[in-house]
């Protein structure tokens, strides 16, 4: 069964930091690019990063530029957003996503607070 799982949100204070991990299964995870994805309160998802499948090239969307940075490790077929000097503009439900021979795969979500 084709699979993502992330994990890793929560409360963070302005400045703060965390790390979100995408867990796959399922298939061959170090073929595919990995893409991180946000969506926050009544606005439409957007792309946050996106990390090819053997890691050499990386995208970030200009408002997460110099703040988080996309790594993956194909050994542990996890993807991983280190995400610091967190705004609350960036509380949002984050998913990673897939796509596999034409299908998107997306996990359930995780959700990333910042607040004080």
């Known amino acids: 069964q084709v699979q993502l799982v992330e994990s890793g949100g929560g409360l963070v204070q302005p400045g703060g930091s965390l790390r979100l991990s995408c867990a796959a299964s399922g298939f061959t995870f170090s073929a595919y690019p990995i893409t991180w994805y946000r969506q926050a309160p009544g606005k439409e998802r957007e792309l946050v990063a996106s990390?090819?499948?053997?890691?050499?090239?990386?995208n970030y969307a200009d408002s997460v530029k110099g703040r988080f940075t996309i790594s993956r490790d194909n050994a542990k077929n996890t993807v991983y957003l280190q995400m610091n000097s967190l705004k609350p503009e960036d509380t949002a439900v984050y998913y990673c996503?897939?796509?596999?021979?034409?299908?998107?795969?997306w996990g359930q979500g995780t959700l990333v607070t910042v607040s004080s």
């Open positions: 990390i090819s499948s053997a890691g050499g090239t990386t």
């Open positions: 996503q897939a796509v596999i021979k034409i299908v998107e795969v």
